[in-house]
C-alpha cells in the first residue's frame, strides 16, 4: 500500500473523531442538573449563621452570546434569621478556544466562565466573579428536552 494512502486514511481518522461543528456550535437551552455532582439544592457555602444554596438555574445558548440565571437562597432561619431569594443573572458573548467555550461579558472581553463539554451537556466554572460564592463550584448543565435543539 502506497504510504502517501495510508497517512490520508490515518489524518482522516483522526479528523472523523473531534467533533466536526465544535464546541463553539453548541447551542441550546440547558438546565442545572448538579453543582459539584450534587443535584439542586446544593449548597454554595455557609458560615455560622446562614447557608446560601442553588435551588436551579438556565443556561441559554445561541450562537455568539449566552443567558445565565442561578437561582439562590441565603437561609438564616437556624439562627432566627430570615430567608432571601435571588437570582444570579448574567449575559454576554461567547467565543470557542480549542474544546472550551468562553461566555464573556458584553463586551466580548472579560471572561465570566468557562465551559466544556460532559456528555450531551456542560459544564461551567467561573473565571471570575464578584460573587464570591460561585466561583469555587462546577455547574452542571443539561440540555431541556426539545427546546431550542437543532
Do not use: K
Not at 44 to 62: F, K, P, Q, Y
Not at 96 to 112: K, N
Request: aromatic share 6%; hydrophobic share 40%; proline share 5%.
Amino acid at each position: 500500500m502506497d504510504r502517501r494512502w495510508l497517512l490520508t486514511l490515518l489524518v482522516g481518522g483522526l479528523l472523523a473523531c473531534g467533533d466536526p461543528s465544535g464546541i463553539g456550535d453548541v447551542t441550546g437551552t440547558f438546565n442545572l442538573t448538579a453543582v459539584d455532582a450534587t443535584p439542586p439544592p446544593a449548597i454554595l457555602g455557609a458560615d455560622l449563621s446562614c447557608d446560601l444554596i442553588t435551588d436551579g438555574g438556565l443556561l441559554n445558548l445561541s450562537r455568539g452570546s449566552y443567558d445565565l440565571a442561578i437561582s439562590v437562597i441565603q437561609d438564616c432561619s437556624r439562627t432566627g434569621g430570615g430567608t432571601t431569594h435571588a437570582v444570579y443573572l448574567q449575559e454576554g458573548l461567547t467565543r470557542a478556544a480549542g474544546d472550551t467555550l468562553f461566555l464573556t461579558d458584553s463586551a466580548g472581553v472579560q471572561p465570566v466562565l468557562r465551559a466544556l463539554r460532559a456528555g450531551n451537556g456542560l459544564v461551567l466554572r467561573f473565571a471570575d466573579s464578584t460573587a464570591a460564592f460561585l466561583g469555587p463550584h462546577s455547574y452542571h448543565f443539561t440540555p431541556q428536552p426539545l427546546i431550542g435543539r437543532h
